[in-house]
Nanobody, 122 residues
């Protein structure tokens, strides 16, 4: 089993930055691809970014490209640096782990955290 716990969410003004963290415990996730998804009120969960088990390959949703950076330290922690935040980024952000290759499809991720709220508002 893998347990994932997100942290780092909060309230920020438009144009601001946040760094989300995802801490894994239980079984090691060093061989898992990791990803961030988000869900805004009244909307479906959507893909944000993913990183391969090695950390060498990353892939972003169009909405995240150029503003967000996903990274990992392989053993336990995955991060999402978010810059130039706007109100459209307001959502609950979820960390997820997959034993398969990096993918944008939520169905391929076996383990999920409980989420951390990000609110962007002036």
């Amino acid at each position: 089993q893998v347990q994932l716990v997100e942290s780092g969410g909060g309230s920020v003004q438009p144009g601001g930055s946040l760094r989300l963290s995802c801490a894994a415990s239980g079984r090691t996730v060093s061989s898992y691809s990791m990803a961030w998804f988000r869900q805004a009120p009244g909307k479906e969960r959507e893909f944000v970014a993913t990183i391969s088990w090695s950390g060498r390959t990353t892939y972003y949703a169009d909405s995240a490209k150029g503003r967000f950076t996903i990274s990992r330290d392989n053993d336990k922690n995955t991060y999402l640096q978010m810059n130039s935040l706007g109100p459209e980024d307001t959502a609950v952000y979820y960390c997820a782990a997959s034993p398969y290759s990096s993918t944008q499809y939520a169905r391929n991720y076996n383990y999920w955290g409980q989420g951390t709220q990000v609110t962007v508002s002036s």
